[in-house]
């Protein structure tokens, strides 16, 4: 048996249990520990489809696996940290551990969170029929706004106050995460180009784009930790709209 071929479905299933372990630890009340399950997942799902493409092993079974295994870390994970955020503002005198057959699920307000699910699933599915995203992206992809949810608990742990601001006024504002999950669920399924993180070679001349974006995000993030990565998500959408402004010029001329 060629052992080879299954390495990046074994690191797909390692993405997938770790979306496990970050609905479990949410619903505990644990959104921080949450958070980081689901960075090791998006550091896995970068690796498989790296594995696959190294190895030359690619194939319709993996694609598939890949995507389920997408739904559930970067589909169902997003819906619960976000119904979790919510639910801690509409009622926060109880513990969501202690919960599950408690006075926060007669709230309506936190199961809007799942509208992130939902969305993310419809984006799934075009992903997997659409042709065009081969080598780039068509709305924002379910990763990263994944990660853009879960670094909301991050921040609200680690960087409480700047400046002598506090950023829970913001972040735990019940209006800004109904428009938060509405602004996101609108942009993952929008018809708006996104370059991929796929390296066909490694010059410069060809990722030019990509390099500006890793060094920039790189240098955000030692500086300003984890609240850098609201502004690393806005700062790729933002890269891929002057890229393709750039592109259509070219063509043009």
């Known amino acids: ?14 993405n997938l249990f770790c979306g496990c372990i970050a609905i479990v630890t949410a619903f505990s009340g644990d959104l921080v520990l949450s958070a980081y399950w689901v960075g090791i997942a998006a550091i896995l ?7 696959a493409r190294l190895l030359k092993v690619s194939g319709e079974m993996g694609k598939q696996l890949d995507s389920l295994a997408d739904m559930v870390t970067f589909g169902v994970v997003p819906g619960v940290v976000m119904f979790c955020l919510i639910a801690g503002i509409v009622n926060p ?15 309506w307000e936190p199961y809007a969170g799942f509208i992130i699910t939902i ?3 419809v984006r799934l599915a075009k992903f997997n029929i659409d042709t ?12 990263a706004n994944t990660l853009l949810i879960c ?3 991050l921040i609200n742990h680690f960087t409480p106050n700047i400046a002598g601001f506090e950023v829970n006024t913001i972040t735990g504002n019940l209006y800004f995460l109904f428009s938060l999950t509405f602004v996101m669920s609108y942009l993952l399924n929008a018809e708006l180009p996104l370059f991929a993180l796929k390296f066909k070679n490694f010059g410069w001349a060809d990722n030019k784009i990509r390099y500006s974006f890793l060094i920039i995000s790189v240098l955000l993030l030692i500086l300003f ?6 502004f690393i998500i806005f700062l790729y959408i933002g890269l891929s709209v002057v890229n393709n402004i750039f592109n259509k010029q070219n063509q043009h001329t």
């Open 1 to 14: 048996m060629d052992i080879k071929k299954h390495i990046p479905n074994a690191i797909t299933a390692g």
């Open 45 to 51: 799902d970068f690796f498989d489809g790296f594995a």
């Open 93 to 107: 005198q109880i513990l969501l551990v202690s919960s599950i057959q408690g006075s926060v699920y007669t709230h």
């Open 119 to 121: 969305f993310s699933c």
């Open 132 to 143: 065009r995203q081969s080598s780039s992206f068509i709305g924002v992809p379910t990763p």
């Open 151 to 153: 670094s909301i608990p």
């Open 225 to 230: 930790q984890f609240i850098a990565i609201p």
